[in-house]
């Protein structure tokens, strides 16, 4: 969808379909951490900790999401 298309989406559907794309993404964040978890606990990645696990959690999402999604604009 382009961006002037969005403009013409009734309140009501543009509020649905921002909904259904923060599900999405919760999902997605949800199922990264525990692949995360799994690595860790498998002994492929390891568990740094903190500050340190949350960073590594972050470049896995930016990793996996970089390819799938693209660059979506200027916000």
Do not use: C, K
């Amino acid at each position: 969808m382009r961006p002037a298309e969005w403009h013409h989406l009734s309140d009501t559907m543009q509020i649905e379909l921002s909904r259904q794309a923060l599900e999405r993404a919760a999902e997605t964040l949800a199922s990264h951490a525990e692949l995360l978890a799994r690595e860790m606990e498998g002994g492929s990645l390891l568990d740094q900790g903190g500050p340190e696990a949350l960073r590594l959690f972050a470049a896995v999402v930016r990793a996996t999401n970089a390819s799938t999604y693209g660059v979506a604009g200027h916000a």
